[in-house]
């Protein structure tokens, strides 16, 4: 036990190895500056030429007073900068659902200062007050701290699902009690060992001897009697039930799927739930249950319109059969997806999971499309305060297949130790990525073309090769700056060994990359002049002891479209 306790310490504890002095940068030339990327004549418009500075130049340059408010950067970042240098800083970004645990506003600090990087509030559950208040601390939050915590909505869908339990946290349910689902409206509180279904066509479409499911096997009950809207139920593998946990119904070993299957993937309360997300201005919007592309685009087309300028990414969530069937379709539609092994695995047996996630993960990041792996990561932190052997091994198992992101569920949202579950997905990452990146072990992955215009050909192949230049002269870092952020996830796409500092001039796009592997994102203003952007960057940044002199950097912009290798001065 006292070993156990030790991994576990220092496993929630990494030594925070300080840099020491800037490596020697492997390049001869202090300021090295490569020509641009040659396209075709009648595209030279697009270009200008780069003109060679002197080194001098930049050393010449003043360096800063005080003033340090042209760049916004949080302090968790600053400080992971500061102490474990560029190498060291982590990759995977990591989603906390935000619930009862961690609503208020030092919760949602310690969550900020813990490394989350995107917050996901799930309409399943709450209100929208509730709701609203939450997103308004993180915006908050983001304002007065310099975080850029993003805001993920995830619709409620079509799913069928048990009520809210007349207000108790959770029900056991023992081996052999019968149990009525029922489709009516209660007054509280409910009979005893009686529980709601949202779905009303429920109680016609089950038969006597179908299976019902609870969150995919959590408990299962065999369909005895149906009398009107109640359905009679014995309990054959007890289990707890949770509030408006998820019910599967199985008939003959297959899920059934009959008139539910015509649900509409978002609902009218989902609707007015995204009108909500537009008006709280959330950055995300992660859709349950996606069936097709044409879901997707339609909300989509309904966000350009109505969020006047304000973009928000739509991100489709694979868990369910349906999905799979039209998975490409369905992520080339998307801003990105989630792999929500939670739904996916009451639908397709459990030992299909891990091949479904491998393959949303590669096919997203062909089709450079940020990913999520979620559900069940960390599940046994919901009790207790550390994890099982198992969920470390399959938290390292997303790190090492390069997902964008971790989520956390019931860890972070009810969970009795969600800022201990953040940091157990803080240092596996770490730990892991530094693992892998010191072996060598990636095996390279062949990246296809994504681009659909020759201007964005340049830039996709600008990146590409900076990539590779980055891990070839061993870089500390790639420094992009970005109006949209487009270039900024072609980088990350290529997973280089070094970080990727992406600076952009605007707050919501900063938000949005903090989902992306490796991007550290800084919202700065700067203008069409490399020169003196990189000149004030390294002003910036030296300043607050974030870079230091001798770091080699790779600089591109989506401005001038160029390579720069070079010393900080
Ligand atoms: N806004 C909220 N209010 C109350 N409870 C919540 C909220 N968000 C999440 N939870 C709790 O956290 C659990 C895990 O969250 P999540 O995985 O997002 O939902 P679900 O279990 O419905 O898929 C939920 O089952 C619920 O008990
Ligand atoms: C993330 C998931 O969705 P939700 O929590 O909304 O059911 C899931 O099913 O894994
Ligand atoms: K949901
Ligand atoms: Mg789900």
Known sequence: MAAAAAAAHSLLHPPAARKGPAPSPPSP???????????????????????????????????????????DVDAATEAELRENGFRSTRRTKLVCTVGPATSSPEQLEALAVGGMNVARVNMCHGDREWHRGVIRAVRRLNEEKGFAVAVMMDTEGSEIHMGDLGGTSSAKAED??????????FDLPLPERTINVNYDGFAEDVRVGDELLVDGGMARFEVIEKLGPDVKCRCTDPGLLLPRANLTFWRDGSIVRERNAMLPTISSKD???????????????????VKSAEVIKHLKSYIAAR??????????????????????????ASDGAMVARGDMGAQVPLEQVPSIQQKVVQLCRQLNKPVIVASQLLESMIEYPTPTRAEVADVSEAVRQRADALMLSGESAMGRYPEKALSVLRSVSLRIEKWWREEKCHEALELQGVSSSFSDKISEEICNSAAKMANGLGADAVFVFTKTGHMASLLSRCRPDCPVFAFTTSTSVRRRLNLQWGLIPFRLSFSDDMESNLNRTFSLLKARGMIQSGDLVIALSDMLQSIQVMNVP
Do not use: C, M
């Open 29 to 71: 030339s202090p300021f090295l500056r490569l020509p641009a990327a040659r396209p075709r004549l009648t595209h030279l418009h697009r270009l200008r030429s780069a003109s060679p500075a002197a080194a001098s130049d930049l050393t010449a340059f003043p360096t800063p007073s005080g003033n340090l408010a042209p760049i």
């Open 176 to 185: 052999g009690e019968v149990w009525t689902f029922s489709v009516r409206a």
């Open 271 to 289: 609707w007015l739930d995204i009108d909500f997300g537009i008006a709280e201005g959330v950055d995300f919007i992660a859709v349950s249950f």
């Open 307 to 332: 969020s006047r300028g304000s973009d928000i990414s739509v991100l489709a969530k694979i868990e369910s059969i349906d999905s799979l069937k039209n998975l490409e379709e369905i992520i080339r």
